[in-house]
């Protein structure tokens, strides 16, 4: 018995639910991970798309950090640990969106990362005229691929996910998109998207801020040029931690970008007075890491070590399927519209549900412990992140959003 | 008897020094606030201008922060307490450099502050060919610098300190330099560079990494149009703390920068595809806060409230002068070279010695707990920090130093 035992549309009662969770959480092989998060016990975490909770691990290393690192070794912490950081952290994300080792690089935040990829990418297309960007981006991705358009008198072409691939000419300098959709968690198909970049000599840059750490990606094998992503939605690594950026190898020598500061230097501590980037990744980097902010990050992602994207994968699909099949046996009545994908195939780690009263309703959630989030117009969102989240938190949700 | 009494060049004994620096503690008003720092027992710390020590504060508020706002309060916290803690932090920097409420935020590194100054500025002055840039002055600035001309087909000046003004001309848009030489400690005249560039239309912004919390500083008064600057050396905000830029109102409303994220939206919660900038500071944000880092330096701030930066630099005169009367009497005769000005009124509150050996030392000091740093080619420099640092601490580094 796994969760599609429980057929789409079936009148499954509340009790019957909690039996069949309890026996999914059983042989939940990812049960354990959730002993390394410090979740209070009157807390119902469905917003690991927003905010993931505090990891054991982080508070661990950061009190080490406060109390040895900065206290104690002072500036001596920089060569014995922090300058390497950005590297080591990259690395260790590097495996989650299949990208190769030294691609990645943990630093600034994601606006900040795209508006470097952007530019990068608009650089190495001289001559070109357009940026093409999903029009149901992430408002902040479209306001920093605006001001790239802007600053080189190119337009961009703000279209619906659907139309992209129509959109992409030979006009094209570079194609953005978010690979799972902030709103309907819809999976974008990043192999057809970026091959008809290529198809046409665009570069593609994907933003992964609601992929990483939930829904696989092989930047390896999808042959994308860069790549972005935010740290403290399913890699738990703490409020506003670094983001991220990936370049694709072939693209290092040749890419440069406008904030060039200190730590992009070949040799930043030569003082020289004229840049010369660093010959990989580290080129992308500007100014000062924060590093009690990444030093939350670089704890929360140990946790990766030990688990498969593949597993996250497979249960990520577990729990919303048991979502949306509850939410069909009782929820949809309710005034509840379903805003997420059917197909489990095509849809991340977070269910949609439409309602006119969401925004209060999400209020009214939260200040009973169960964390969820609302987008306007009418979504509330609830993430499912398969490192903490029980089959049974799902049932315990839907009895919640069924009694309201 | 005040500090000026050890007269220059003096061969004071390290004995009467020792009884000269008991007596000035005594009498120093800002002696108790060094309790308000955890610094070990069997560190010397003379490294405020690179890396200031943890507080108290810091740690108790980072400590609220993972266990509570994080741990507890999840997303809540984003409302509660986060989402202003950037014009907060702002607000707490404001008076230290001058400014007005409401003309700082903090966000981000001094590197890309300043790229978004520097962007803003020449957007405001159009048609003008020239960036005139310190060739002395950190070396991030003039890679920030030169990505700015490079990106607008101007030409960066990069001249000597003593040689700005009489590089401005009505080709320039924006001045930029470094308030006090991070090598030197020299203290630029920024009324006389402030008011030769505005005499040329051009704009200035001027970089307070090495001036705020130890120098006073007036943006009003001066009139300046932008600054930025670092919070992790004499703010003691933590290493890798998030940076603030300054604007001045009057340039408000018609200032953008390139990395115009969501936070920097007039209202990022609508979600609107538009980017409509925020009507004051925030407009200079970009993307999510690194909390955890920012939390760590609001608590530092904390300190500042019950100081003025007159006292601050009162004593911090006290210290440098001390420290260079006893270079005089102990350290010149043994290959130690003063780098740093001999009048006070133009030295920042770090002092700067050439010496040969001068890397290798500061490393040797470092393994025995004397925190100092080194730049290139030769210089070892000593912050005296007024909040922690203590007349008996000079007179130790200068018995150190004598016995090398």
Not at 337 to 348: W, Y
């Amino acid at each position: 018995m796994g969760p599609s035992t429980i057929t789409r549309g079936t009148n499954v009662n509340i009790t019957d639910a909690e039996e069949l969770a309890r026996t999914l959480d059983a042989r939940d092989a990812l049960a354990p991970m959730r002993e390394k998060f410090d979740i209070p016990a009157d807390v119902l975490h469905f917003d690991g798309n927003s905010l993931g909770p505090l990891t054991l691990r982080s508070r661990e290393v950061l009190h080490h950090t406060i109390d040895v690192e900065w206290r104690e070794r002072l500036i001596r912490s920089w060569d014995e640990d922090w300058l390497a950081m950005p590297m080591r952290v990259g690395n260790m994300i590097a495996p989650l969106i299949g990208a190769t080792q030294d691609s990645v690089i943990s630093c600034d935040n994601t606006s900040i990362n795209l508006h470097k990829a952007l530019m990068s990418a608009v650089a190495l297309r001289p001559g070109r005229t357009e940026i093409v960007i999903d029009i149901n981006n992430f408002p902040t991705d479209i306001y920093i691929a605006q001001s790239v358009a802007d600053q080189h008198g190119m337009t961009l072409v703000a279209v619906p996910a659907e139309e992209i691939i129509g959109a992409i000419s030979d006009h094209t300098a570079v194609v953005t998109a978010t690979h799972v959709d902030y709103r309907t968690a819809k999976i974008l198909d990043a192999a057809a998207i970026t091959a008809t970049a290529h198809k046409h000599g665009a570069l593609m840059v994907w933003d992964l801020a609601h992929t990483v750490g939930a829904v696989p990606f092989d930047a390896r094998a999808l042959d994308i040029d860069f790549a972005v992503g935010c740290c403290y939605k399913y890699l738990n690594g703490g409020p506003g931690a670094p983001a991220f950026i990936h370049v694709a190898p072939r693209l290092l020598a040749e890419s440069g970008q406008p904030l060039q500061g200190w730590w992009g230097h070949e040799s930043p501590f030569d003082f020289d007075i004229h840049f010369r980037p660093a010959p990989g990744i580290s080129r992308f980097l500007t100014g000062t890491t924060t590093v009690l902010s990444m030093k939350s990050l670089e704890a929360a992602l140990e946790i990766f070590s030990g688990v498969s994207m593949a597993e996250i994968r497979a249960k990520s699909m577990g729990l919303t399927r048991l979502f949306v099949d509850l939410f069909d046996s009782h929820l949809a009545a309710r005034g509840f519209v379903l805003s997420s994908p059917r197909d489990p195939e095509t849809r991340g780690s977070h269910v949609a549900l439409g309602f006119a009263g969401g925004k209060a309703l999400v209020d009214q959630m939260a200040s009973q412990g169960i964390i969820a989030d609302f987008r306007p117009p009418d979504l509330m969102r609830f993430g499912f992140a398969p490192l903490y989240n029980s089959y049974r938190d799902v049932v315990a949700l839907v009895e919640y959003l069924a009694r309201f």
